[in-house]
Antibody, heavy 120, light 109 residues
């Protein structure tokens, strides 16, 4: 059974960079069947897709965030990571990582989520 | 990019009611649509993918239909465990982007 676990700082200062890692267990990140992605949810609001990456490094970004985003994979550690630069209070959210089935483009497994607060 | 409209934003219903939630895209997305259920403090849970395929382990009272631009999630007989927020999610195959609907909160009448 695949499991995903987000990790990273829970508090980031405005204008700094948010860095999160998703550790995958029970499945290899080197898979032709799956993408790996990030989604966020501001407090009391809906879900927003952030970015998705293939094990080869091919990546897809939300156009509204693309200029500040970077997503990467570390196949040796079976992890993938997210970097979001120049954060503001609007980036405060629960960040989820997930596995995406490439056969029909849906998130079939999710991490539990990590709350990241942007505040000085 | 493809715009999605999910309705209603809130739905009041009773146990046993038939519940319908709709998502409409402003251009065709074929059948690249999924539905999720989310409860407070939890990650979303996949219910339906490819518009109408029920995820393994999901009760048969959940069903999805539609293709192209209009999609529906139906709960045939609402159960106490079904009070939650539901999201649709589309995939834009031309731009390689995912979009979630704004969500529908199903609350007790």
């Amino acid at each position: 059974q695949v499991q995903l676990q987000e990790s990273g700082p829970g508090l980031v200062k405005p204008s700094e960079t948010l860095s999160l890692t998703c550790s995958v267990s029970g499945d290899s990140i080197i898979s032709t069947t799956y993408y790996w992605g990030w989604i966020r949810q501001p407090p009391g609001m809906g879900l927003e897709w952030i970015a998705t990456v293939f094990y080869s490094g091919s990546s897809y970004y939300n156009p509204s965030l693309k200029s500040r985003l970077s997503i990467s994979v570390d196949t040796s550690r079976n992890q993938f990571s997210l970097r979001l630069t120049s954060v503001t209070a609007a980036d405060t959210a629960v960040y989820f990582c997930g596995r995406v089935d490439r056969r029909a483009y849906y998130f079939d497994h999710w991490g539990q989520g990590i709350l990241v607060t942007v505040s000085s | 990019d493809i715009q999605m409209t999910q309705s209603p934003s809130t739905l009041s219903a009773s146990v046993g009611d038939r519940v319908t939630i709709t998502c409409r895209a402003n251009q065709s997305i074929s059948s690249w649509l999924a539905w999720y259920q989310q409860k407070p403090g939890k990650a979303p849970k996949l219910l339906i993918y490819k518009a109408s395929t029920l995820e393994s382990g999901v009760p048969a009272r959940f069903s999805g239909s539609g293709s192209g631009t209009g999609f529906t999630l139906t709960i045939s007989s609402l159960q106490p465990d079904d009070f939650a927020t539901y999201y649709c999610q589309l995939y834009d195959i031309y731009f390689g982007t995912w979009t979630f609907g704004r969500g529908t909160k199903v609350e007790m009448k």
